[in-house]
């Protein structure tokens, strides 16, 4: 079983920047679709960004396109995400997540099979 680790969470002030980092424990990670999800208080789990298992295709949540970008290093076994711009709604638990037997980028919940514990990201007005 895959265990993922997320890490470079933390508060920071409306337009800044942050970047998270997803490790993941198996090779086999590296033949996935990985992607990043977030879930505020009261809110449902958010899909991000998500890229296929090479990295050269992502996709994106509406509310973050033009200033997040997934990216993966397979050689590492990780997989970041570079968020600019930052607005205080962005504030959440931010996970990793992988789907395993998945190649291709895909932004259905059900497929991700393996979970990060979450970062938290606080960005202040």
């Known amino acids: 079983q895959v265990q993922l680790v997320e890490s470079g969470g933390g508060l920071v002030q409306a337009g800044g920047s942050l970047r998270l980092s997803c490790a993941a424990s198996?090779?086999?990670?590296?033949?996935?679709?990985v992607g990043w999800f977030r879930q505020a208080p009261g809110k449902e789990r958010e899909f991000v960004a998500g890229?296929?298992?090479?990295?050269?295709?992502?996709t994106y949540g509406d509310s973050v396109k033009g200033r997040f970008t997934i990216s993966r290093n397979n050689a590492k076994n990780t997989v970041y995400l570079q968020m600019n711009s930052l607005k205080p709604e962005d504030t959440a638990v931010y996970y990793c997540?992988?789907?395993?037997?998945?190649?291709?980028?895909?932004?259905?919940?059900?497929?991700?099979?393996?979970w990060g514990q979450g970062t938290q990201v606080t960005v202040s007005s």
């Open positions: 997540a992988s789907a395993p037997g998945i190649l291709g980028v895909t932004t259905t919940v059900s497929l991700y099979a393996y």
């Open positions: 198996e090779r086999t990670f590296s033949r996935t679709a």
């Open positions: 890229c296929n298992w090479s990295g050269d295709i992502t």
